[in-house]
């Protein structure tokens, strides 16, 4: 969502149920740190974000 919206770690903690900014910046270093270990993780996530960015 940061990268693709342009969203506000705050903006985007909001849409998630009202999370604080630091929990956004956790939760994006603990889904970049397992597209580094995890092949078919970050494939998943990058076919996500092309389904997403066609919309």
Do not use: N, P
Request: a positive charge; charged letters at 35%.
């Amino acid at each position: 969502a940061r990268d693709m919206l342009r969203m506000q770690l705050v903006e985007i903690g909001q849409a998630f149920g009202g999370r604080d900014h630091s929990t956004v910046i956790h939760s994006v270093d603990k889904v970049e740190r397992q597209m580094m270990r995890d092949r078919t993780f970050k494939e998943r996530i990058e076919m996500a974000r092309q389904e997403l960015s066609a919309l």
